[in-house]
């Protein structure tokens, strides 16, 4: 059996959901995974960016990623997607990705494939939750399988959010429960993409 394919796509202003996705890559490749870490396009305005110092550092620390692509969407078994909380939804910058995608998704494309997601928010309540179920209305559209991380792991009871793994950035940056939360996650959405692949060849 093939190993899975996992696009990890997200969007990060200041580095949080940039380390979350790392820690995401390191748990699926740990898996077994094929990972692609991709970010999505800024569509912020210049005067924006630079009003915030940490904003433009973390552009310029991050260059080399890979902007995500809907190529990247077809060729995954699995997709973890990373955003940032915008008043309890996804990033715009996240959204205008998803916006792309009908062409895949009138092709069947998008359909049975596991998905999952993450968060962060400035405060301990900035609708975390929200975020990701607002997600989760994507997925349904496309036919998707939604891949919690719910609380199967020890690491769950103490990062506490069932939904996907989030962090608090008014806190800091990740420490080591929501970075360990993270390549947990992946590594449920690894096997459990691997366990619907093997069902499907036999």
Same mark, same amino acid.
């Given at each position: 059996?093939?190993?899975?394919?996992?696009?990890?796509? #997200?969007?990060?202003?200041?580095?949080?959901i @940039?380390?979350?996705?790392?820690?995401?890559?390191?748990?699926?490749?740990?898996?077994?995974? $094929?990972?692609?870490?991709?970010?999505?396009?800024?569509? =912020?305005?210049?005067?924006? &960016?630079?009003?915030?110092?940490?904003?433009?550092? $973390?552009?310029?620390?991050?260059?080399?990623?890979?902007?995500?692509?809907?190529?990247?969407?077809?060729?995954?078994?699995?997709?973890?997607?990373?955003?940032?909380t915008?008043?309890?939804?996804?990033?715009?910058?996240?959204?205008?990705?998803?916006d +792309? +995608?009908?062409?895949?998704?009138?092709?069947?494309?998008? =359909?049975?494939?596991?998905?999952s997601?993450?968060?962060a928010?400035? +405060?301990? @309540?900035g609708?975390?939750?929200?975020? &990701?179920?607002?997600?989760?209305?994507?997925? #349904? $559209?496309?036919?998707?399988? &939604?891949?919690?991380?719910?609380?199967?792991?020890?690491?769950?009871?103490?990062?506490?959010?069932p #939904?996907?793994?989030? $962090?608090?950035?008014?806190?800091?940056?990740?420490?080591?429960?929501?970075?360990?939360?993270?390549? #947990?996650?992946?590594?449920?959405?690894?096997? +459990?993409?691997?366990?619907?692949?093997?069902?499907?060849?036999?």
């Amino acid at each position: 059996m093939a190993p899975v394919n996992l696009a990890i796509i #997200y969007y990060s202003a200041t580095g949080t959901i @940039h380390a979350l996705a790392r820690a995401a890559a390191e748990g699926a490749e740990k898996a077994g995974a $094929h990972v692609r870490l991709r970010k999505v396009a800024e569509t =912020a305005p210049p005067e924006a &960016i630079s009003a915030n110092p940490a904003w433009g550092q $973390h552009i310029q620390n991050t260059a080399d990623i890979v902007q995500a692509g809907l190529d990247d969407l077809d060729w995954a078994d699995a997709v973890l997607f990373g955003t940032p909380t915008r008043f309890g939804n996804p990033a715009s910058q996240l959204r205008a990705f998803i916006d +792309t +995608t009908g062409p895949l998704w009138f092709q069947g494309k998008l =359909a049975d494939k596991v998905y999952s997601a993450f968060t962060a928010s400035n +405060t301990a @309540h900035g609708g975390q939750e929200s975020t &990701i179920l607002a997600l989760g209305n994507t997925f #349904y $559209h496309w036919g998707g399988i &939604i891949v919690p991380p719910g609380y199967t792991d020890p690491i769950q009871f103490q990062s506490g959010n069932p #939904y996907g793994t989030s $962090h608090v950035t008014g806190d800091g940056a990740p420490g080591d429960v929501p970075l360990d939360a993270a390549r #947990y996650q992946a590594r449920r959405v690894v096997d +459990t993409a691997a366990s619907l692949k093997a069902g499907r060849a036999a």
